[in-house]
Each structure stands twice: as C-alpha cells, then as structure tokens.
C-alpha cells in the first residue's frame, strides 16, 4: 500500500482495537505492555499484544502478534499499524518488527504510535527501515 495520509480516520478505527489489545499484553516480566492494530489493504483489522516468556528472548512484540494473526487469516498486503504502549512518549516499532512488516507493506504503509500521555508519532515504514532486506 501507499502511505495512507488520513491520520485522524486511522486512530478513529484502530486505536480502540489497539486499547483492548493492550489490556491482554502478557508482559509480567518487563511490565511495558503494548498492543497494536493492524489494517490491511482490504480493510481488515488485527489485534496483537506483547508476549512475554521467562526465556526472555521467545519473547514477541505487538507488531509481530497482529502482523502473523493478518498472514495466518489469509492476509498478505498490510496499509497501517497503530501502537500504543506504556512509555511516556511514543516509540516506533522494533528493528525485528519493522523487517516483518516490510515484507507485506507493498509501497509503503503508515506507522501510528502513542505513548502514555495520548501523544503520537506518524512515520512511513520506509523512513524507519528504508533498506529492508527482500528477495528481488
Ligand atoms: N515491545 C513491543 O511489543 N513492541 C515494541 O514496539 C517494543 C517492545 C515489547 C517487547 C517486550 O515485551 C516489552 O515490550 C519490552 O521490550
């Protein structure tokens, strides 16, 4: 997908999904919980949280949960992502993350974060991994 610019209409549809998400995050052991909501080219919503694991690297981010959800139901171009988390002000999606969502972000896709204090960040996924590693 392109960068989608309409900002306010994406946190309308994908900030309460992310909300919800949030409250399910398993994250006993660094108690930073996110969640995400993803919408795909067809206008599909996915709903991911963190999951922690005593094995501390199993762990899987919010971005990776909704992203895996949208593929398993039969997804394969993605247009947006909103996060929100517990830090003070908003955070981009992990280097891991940022990879696995450019392997289903066609063009471009468009990155909502917001922090604790409701603020955001909007990014293009090419601004925050303009060389992603694809077979071409
Ligand atoms: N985490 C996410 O879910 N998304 C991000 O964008 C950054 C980090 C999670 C992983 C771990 O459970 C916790 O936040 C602290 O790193």
Redesign the pocket.
């Known amino acids: 997908m392109e960068f989608d610019q309409n900002i306010d209409g994406l946190v309308e549809k994908l900030l309460p999904v992310a909300r919800e998400a949030q409250k399910k995050?398993?994250?006993p052991?660094?108690q930073?919980?996110?969640g995400?909501a993803l919408l795909t080219d067809g206008g599909r919503v996915f709903a991911?949280?963190?999951?922690?694991n005593a094995s501390y690297g199993l762990?899987?981010?919010?971005?990776?949960?909704a992203a895996f959800k949208a593929i398993c139901e039969g997804e394969r171009v993605f247009r947006a992502i909103l996060?929100v988390?517990d830090s003070e002000e908003p955070?981009?999606?992990?280097g891991a993350?940022l990879q696995v969502l450019a392997e289903f972000s066609g063009e471009d896709m468009t990155v909502i974060?917001i922090g604790k204090k409701g603020d955001r960040a909007v990014y293009r996924l090419s601004e925050l991994i303009p060389r992603a590693f694809k077979f071409r």
Do not use: D
């Not at 762990?59 to 949960?65: G, K, L, P, S």
């Open positions: 995050a398993y994250a052991y660094s930073f919980r996110v995400a991911g949280c963190n999951v922690e762990t899987v981010c919010a971005e990776r949960t996060l988390s955070v981009p999606p992990c993350c974060s």
